[in-house]
């Protein structure tokens, strides 16, 4: 069982085996961008307000006559009609989970906070709060520079022609005070796939802190030792995956995750959801990939899939048109039809050389260095990764941070609209930073 390939579009080639050493590709014609899929029974389709078109107005460009909305005589409320969606919270940072403590406890702020508070000007005391650092609390004795000042997220499902999907197949985890420690996180986007894709990316969520704390070393140690761990956290999770209830062997997530500790970074990533890092000179803006979308027609990824006895190929359809990116299936058989190379999960996927095993990044941070997007395809698959970090830059600049996320999901789902019938599920979180010399 696979996706059918309405989204994730790439350049369109065959890929054949040639020799030891790998692969060749051969360009074929490219894919036809507009695709409408009706119902060809009922010859109707849903217009993007959730009207429902007749026969003669869904085959035709003429704009359907407005309806007449009328009260409703029943007792029961209805729901408004335009109802305002909420702004979801931003991440309760360790420093306001320490005041939340606090508050239980009999505490007495010292001279210098007070002096400190005080001395700042209202606005600027208002936009800064987050960022005090009130005085330890017993159940925190243990503590590394803090570099992450806050963080806006957003998750939106996606839909299908017109209708929402029943499952949004995406995870994410926020998780601050990794291992009891201030200034040590751990966050992680999952954007799961195939029938149960939602239970493999939710299982992901609830079992990854755990296995990443369990291979840490409790005191201070290499940043390599600390890589390692969260690469055997995420290898661990694919294993009990494999171990749990949920039948994962066509059904799969992938998994970028950040472990920040202090001013270091490490990237651990598997599949084609992606972390960028903004780095700011002066008035320019650079944005830098922390991680690779791992396809199947990238040249390592590609060999070791053909030396595993896989073939990589886009879907046909009925006339033999190619449609949507290459895809790793076994070689006697159209499945599985991963779009990816590596995968928690789709283990029938995994006898042909798709894998689990994370690719790892370091990188020490830097002043320069303002916040990082981590997201799922939904967000990447029509924005690039300079015109994430243009859009998110606009916010920071003017301090209004709550409202990136809104910008990047509005702007991601414009363009599915505008270049398909589909919308994919759509996950971001924003990190801002400060980094001192």
């Known amino acids: 069982m696979f996706d059918i390939p309405r989204h994730k579009r790439s350049e369109t080639h065959q890929i054949s085996p040639s020799s030891s050493k790998g692969f060749s590709l051969s360009p074929t014609n490219a894919i036809p961008r507009s695709r409408i899929i009706r119902d060809i029974q009922t010859i109707r ?15 035709s460009e003429e704009k359907p006559k407005a309806i007449r909305i009328t009260k409703s005589r029943s007792n029961r409320p209805s729901p408004e009609s335009n109802v305002r969606s909420r702004k979801l919270p931003r991440l309760l940072i360790p420093d306001q989970l320490l005041i939340e403590e606090q ?14 508070a005080k001395s700042k000007p209202p606005s600027a005391k208002k936009r800064t709060a987050s960022m005090i650092t009130p005085p330890m609390s017993p159940t925190y004795t243990n503590s590394v520079i803090n570099v992450v000042t806050r963080c806006a997220y957003k998750t939106r499902a996606g839909s299908m022609l017109g209708r929402p999907k029943k499952y949004n197949q995406d995870a994410f985890i926020i998780q601050p005070l990794l291992q009891g420690i201030k200034g040590q996180y751990l966050f992680a986007v999952c954007d799961g796939h195939g029938v149960l894709g939602h239970d493999v990316s939710g299982y992901i969520k609830e079992k990854l802190p755990i296995t990443v704390e369990q291979g840490m070393p409790e005191n201070e140690s290499p940043l390599n030792a600390y890589s390692q761990a969260l690469a055997n956290g995420i290898v661990n999770v694919d294993k009990l995956v494999q171990d749990s209830t949920i039948n994962a062997e066509f ?10 500790r202090g001013s270091s970074v490490i990237c651990g990533n598997v599949g084609d959801s992606r972390a960028v890092l903004a780095e ?15 396809k199947p027609d990238l040249p390592d990824e590609g060999t ?8 990589i190929e886009p879907y046909f359809d009925d006339n033999g048109q190619p449609l949507g990116p290459y895809r790793v299936w076994l070689q006697d058989q159209q499945i599985p039809g991963l ?26 941070l830097e002043p320069k260095d303002k916040f990082i997007i981590l997201a799922s395809d939904g967000i990447w698959e029509f924005i690039s990764s300079q015109e994430a970090v243009d859009m998110v830059k606009e916010s920071w600049e003017t301090g209004k941070t709550e409202a990136c996320c809104d910008k990047l999901v509005k702007e991601a789902v414009m363009r599915w609209q505008k270049e398909d019938d589909s919308i994919d599920d759509i996950t971001v979180i924003v990190i801002f930073l400060n980094v001192l010399n």
């Open 45 to 59: 389709k849903v217009s993007s307000r959730g009207t429902l078109l007749s026969p003669k107005v869904a085959w």
């Open 103 to 116: 508050k239980k406890l009999p505490f007495t702020p010292s001279a210098s906070i007070i002096a400190e």
């Open 339 to 364: 779009a990816m190379s590596r995968s928690i999960g789709d283990f029938v996927a995994k006898s042909v050389g798709v894998s689990a095993e994370p690719e790892m990044l370091i990188k020490q």
């Open 304 to 311: 070791r899939i053909i030396k595993a006895n896989g073939r």
């Open 251 to 260: 059904s799969g997530s992938t998994l970028v995750s950040l472990l920040i």
């Open 280 to 294: 700011r000179n002066e008035n320019m803006w650079r944005a830098i990939d922390l991680s690779r979308d791992h």
